[in-house]
Nanobody, 126 residues
């Protein structure tokens, strides 16, 4: 399994970006997916997650109401729409796939995910 993240870049505060994460391999549709981010000098943190069916999403408090996670199982792709960007959103963003298929509840800790994309840098200027 390989995850390829894209869509990062430089954006002014208040702007929008859409990240994509394309997955290779089989059975994408039975695994929860998530986005994490890591800012310089900080630990990796959960940003958003979506269940394998797409029926449930979860967000970090810092991005609620601004970011939206979605997935297209036919395209093996998960997205992160980021609106109203703030300088504190500056980080490398990673997509990740859950270790366990068809999990009953979305997990928001990094150890629950065993496949990671290479990361895409998002820089928000003030």
């Amino acid at each position: 399994v390989q995850l390829q993240a894209s869509g990062g870049g430089l954006m002014q505060a208040g702007g929008s970006l859409r990240l994509s994460c394309a997955a290779s391999g089989r059975f994408f549709s039975i695994y929860d997916m998530a986005w994490f981010r890591q800012a310089p000098g900080k630990e990796r943190e959960f940003v958003a997650g979506i269940t394998w069916s797409g029926s449930t999403t979860s967000y970090a408090d810092s991005v609620k109401g601004r970011f939206t996670i979605s997935r297209d199982n036919a395209k093996n792709t998960v997205y992160l729409q980021m609106n109203s960007l703030k300088p504190e959103d500056t980080a490398v963003y990673y997509c990740a796939r859950d270790r366990i298929a068809n999990r009953s509840k979305l997990v928001m800790i990094a150890d629950a995910y065993n496949y990671w994309g290479q990361g895409t840098l998002v820089t928000v200027s003030s």
